[in-house]
């Protein structure tokens, strides 16, 4: 992986590769699901929540990040507002505009408000790589004289579809073609 990397970033990157996907991430951080999603085209997120609203070939599903509970579901067939990138939400929050991203574009924070952070393995392609980084670090920096301390993410089952924080940054979701999986903090 060292042709076209710049040399003050190979070090780096062996670091990175060198990590272990164990998918056990640091306190406080746990997983608390992964929900199965044949065809997974969108997902977003209420403002100021943790519902993750899911949109598939097989309709749109209302997810509770904190608890990785299904809590609602709409089996019709439902195609989001593209131009906008929103999407109508279902159950509890019936009628709310969601912003969604997926494979018509759009992202989720790659940030939470207390500086964790999320990102994508620069050089990783085709296999996409995920890193969750602590505040004052990421994938590429740490401060001098502080131990890097970065955790691959587990392997994805399927092509990436998004991925990042809820806006509480108290979940950190990544959806793939197949699935959702969920971890959350207290």
């Known amino acids: 992986m060292t042709g076209g990397v710049p040399s003050h970033l190979r070090s780096r990157f062996a670091y990175l590769d060198s990590l272990d996907p164990s998918g056990v991430l640091p306190d406080p951080w746990r997983e608390v699901g992964v929900i199965h999603v044949g065809g997974l085209w969108h997902i977003g997120f209420a403002d100021h929540t943790d519902l993750m609203l899911i949109i598939s070939v097989s309709g749109r599903g209302l997810v509770d990040c904190a608890t990785g509970t299904k809590i609602a579901r709409d089996d019709r067939e439902y195609f989001p507002a593209l131009g906008s990138l929103e999407a109508e939400g279902i159950g509890a929050l019936e009628n709310q505009p969601i912003r969604i991203a997926g494979i018509h574009g759009g992202a989720l924070s790659r940030f939470s408000s207390d500086g964790w952070s999320v990102d994508l393995h620069p050089l990783s392609w085709p296999n996409e790589v995920l890193f969750l980084s602590p505040p004052d670090q990421g994938k590429i920096w740490t401060p001098e004289g502080v131990e890097a301390q970065l955790w691959k993410l587990p392997p994805l089952a399927s092509s990436l579809v ?25």
């Open 162 to 186: 998004a991925f990042g924080f809820s806006p509480t940054g108290k979940s950190l979701v990544v959806a793939t073609s197949s699935d959702v999986r969920i971890f959350h903090r207290g």
